[in-house]
């Protein structure tokens, strides 16, 4: 049998401070293949909702109770963001310093990163990476001060609501925490290369299947070849390779021939359950002449 003990050396665990904010913004197909650093980042505020408990009544007793949906929410606050935010903040920016409001907004997701301490190693300890998917933000106040003699930086801040995303085996969720104390160190070096991005890909917002994937052990490396060109039929040729998508201005190409009409780029990404090495090329630029 085993006594229970209280705040032993080293299980005096707490959570502080908020970096390593990323935005991603998702294609034409959902898959979030774009990621920006978000600078400034401040405060994020985690805020779900739902899942209250609706009593049911029979024979003169409470009988049981049935649980409304649970949504998730929140708000970012920053002193600034990354100009591709614009789109998220219903923003369209026509030609270079000129911004129209009331613009559609644009779904995106987010990572960020909250430092986990402890009483010996204080936040050095470890992190925890927030995922969060779906994510659409409502226009926010702005409230622009005079210079006085205790100036302070304007801060922005926005709500957000979210969509659920799937997940196979449990129910849709808007939102992920990885635990760098409690998960393998390598899955979690694989990880941080999609949000991140390395030498040879992009940063990119990898789906939950694909980020349980990874921790289950069971994703698979996949490196993708250069598609053919004739560049006197205009034909690119998308090879077929398990594991790749190819696209073309965002929309999957099938395999097979394509007859371009214009300069073209092919990007390559990989299927749920791949990933691609550290260094490796995913696009390509074919001349049209």
């Given amino acids: 049998m085993t006594t229970l ?3 032993q050396t080293g299980d005096r665990i707490y959570e502080t401070g908020v970096d390593h904010g990323v935005l991603y913004i998702p294609d034409n197909t959902g898959a979030y293949i774009n990621g920006y650093a978000w600078n400034g980042l401040t ?22 109770n049935l649980y409304s949906a649970e949504q998730f929410g929140g708000t970012i606050e920053a ?17 270079p310093g000129v911004a129209i409001g009331q613009q559609p907004r644009h779904t995106f997701g987010l990572c960020y990163r909250t430092k986990v301490g402890n009483d010996l190693t204080g936040t050095e300890y470890g992190y925890k990476l927030h ?24 801060a922005f801040s ?3 609501t979210t969509i659920p995303v799937d997940v196979p085996g449990y129910k849709p969720t808007a939102s992920l925490t990885i ?7 390598t899955a979690l070096s694989a990880l941080e290369d999609f949000l991140y991005g390395t030498v040879g890909s992009d940063p990119s917002l990898p789906t939950p299947t694909d980020v349980l994937a990874l921790f289950a052990g069971t994703i698979t490396t996949v490196t993708p070849t250069m598609p053919a060109y004739n560049s006197s039929t205009h034909t690119i040729t998308i090879p077929s390779i398990t594991g790749v998508v190819y696209k073309i201005l965002g929309e999957v190409a099938a395999a097979g021939a394509v007859v371009i009409t214009e300069d073209t780029v ?6 749920t359950g791949y990933k691609f090495p550290a260094v490796v090329d995913r696009d390509w630029f074919y001349d049209y002449v």
């Fill in 5 to 7: 003990a209280w705040d």
């Fill in 43 to 64: 405060t994020v505020t985690e805020s779900p909702s739902g899942a209250e408990a609706n009593p049911q009544y029979a024979d003169n007793i409470k009988y049981l």
């Fill in 79 to 95: 002193f600034t963001y990354p100009d591709e935010w614009a789109q998220c903040d219903g923003t369209a920016t026509p030609e």
């Fill in 131 to 154: 995922l969060i998917y779906g994510a659409t933000a409502a226009p926010s106040e702005k409230a622009y001060a005079t210079v006085n003699d205790s100036p302070e930086a304007l």
């Fill in 158 to 160: 926005w709500a957000i």
């Fill in 179 to 185: 635990d760098s104390t409690k998960v393998d160190a």
């Fill in 266 to 271: 092919v990007t390559a990404v990989p299927a």
